[in-house]
């Protein structure tokens, strides 16, 4: 997962289809949210995504995404701050906090 990260956030139309097929039987919170970002059924996978966020880092990931679908950049900006002190290797969090709304 974490090369197919790597991959997402360079752009690669590969990665995001290779997460978009993962998240269809996927129950892991980091495919579902990172699939999430590129899907038209964004909602439904966060919602499966919170319903499998187990550890406190998948639940801030969650969170994280969820403020960001909603536009609410001030609070993705403040939780992936918060986030990223924990947990500095999270490529997904930072590729979402430095992304525009709807982008």
Do not use: C, W
């Amino acid at each position: 997962m974490d090369h197919l990260l790597s991959r997402l956030v360079v752009g690669d139309d590969a990665a995001v289809a290779a997460i978009l097929r993962a998240s269809r039987s996927s129950d892991d919170p980091l495919v579902l949210v990172a699939a999430a970002l590129f899907a038209p059924d964004a909602d439904a996978l966060l919602a499966r995504a919170e319903g499998v966020a187990a550890t406190t880092r998948d639940r801030q990931l969650v969170a994280i995404a969820a403020a960001h679908r909603r536009g609410e950049r001030d609070l993705v900006d403040a939780l992936a701050r918060d986030h990223l002190i924990d947990h500095p290797d999270n490529v997904l969090v930072a590729y979402i906090a430095s992304r525009k709304e709807g982008a």
